[in-house]
T-cell receptor, first 112, second 110 residues
Framework: EAQVTQNPRYLITVTGKKLTVTCSQN?????MSWYRQDPGLGLRQIYY???????DKGDVPEGYKVSRKEKRNFPLILESPSPNQTSLYFC???????????FGPGTRLTVL | GQSLEQPSEVTAVEGAIVQINCTYQ??????LSWYQQHDGGAPTFLSY????GLEETGRFSSFLSRSDSYGYLLLQELQMKDSASYFC???????????FGPGTRLSVLP
């Protein structure tokens, strides 16, 4: 089954404790992206990747890191999480140049 | 920069037709997309317009006017399951990044 998977689905952590949210897709998509969703603000792009070893900042990259060492994986790293990073995070993928993005199920992160 | 505007809420009854508008500002334009998101779920792709005009997919249609920086999603024969949030999105600035609108919450009443 074609899908985007994220782990964990739910995470409660404390300020400053490094964490990684994994994202994997099995559709051989070139383009992968991370979004955060907050009430009233829609989806805001954090980082995106056009292909392996090619990443770039979206609209809200501060406090986040990403890497793209393999085509299928695009982890999101929060090296020192803060409470303002409490949010719902979505990973998405698409064929390069196409607008149909496939979203993962989301990761709800709470930073205390 | 890029920005999009949508109404925050729309309410309609089953069987009716509803139009959700989206206006955008972007430097560089590579198309307008629409996504649906049910409560607790992930966004799912509905439609995409790169050129002016109407695109129809079943009960859903999407329209784009590039000269007006405006588009809309038209939902016909509304069903209760259409109650969801709808987001427009543009791909701008060299076609690499995506920007989503704030979303329109559609409530379909019996």
């Amino acid at each position: 089954e074609a899908q985007v998977t994220q782990n964990p689905r739910y995470l409660i952590t404390v300020t400053g404790k490094k964490l990684t949210v994994t994202c994997s897709q099995n559709m051989n998509h070139e383009y992968m992206s991370w979004y955060r969703q907050d009430p009233g603000l829609g989806l805001r792009q954090i980082y995106y990747s056009m292909n392996v070893e090619v990443t770039d900042k979206g609209d809200v990259p501060e406090g986040y890191k990403v890497s793209r060492k393999e085509k299928r994986n695009f982890p999101l790293i929060l090296e020192s999480p803060s409470p303002n990073q409490t949010s719902l995070y979505f990973c998405a993928s698409s064929m390069g140049g196409f607008n149909e993005q496939f979203f993962g199920p989301g990761t709800r992160l709470t930073v205390l | 920069g890029q920005s999009l505007e949508q109404p925050s809420e729309v309410t309609a009854v089953e069987g009716a037709i509803v139009q959700i508008n989206c206006t955008y500002q972007t430097s560089g334009f590579y198309g307008l997309s629409w996504y649906q998101q049910h409560d607790g779920g992930a966004p799912t792709f509905l439609s995409y317009n790169a050129l002016d005009g109407l695109e129809e997919t079943g009960r859903f249609s999407s329209f784009l006017s590039r000269s007006d920086s405006y588009g809309y999603l038209l939902l016909q024969e509304l069903q209760m399951k259409d109650s969801a949030s709808y987001f427009c999105a543009v791909r701008g600035n060299y076609g690499q990044n995506f920007v989503f609108g704030p979303g329109t919450r559609l409530s379909v009443l019996p």
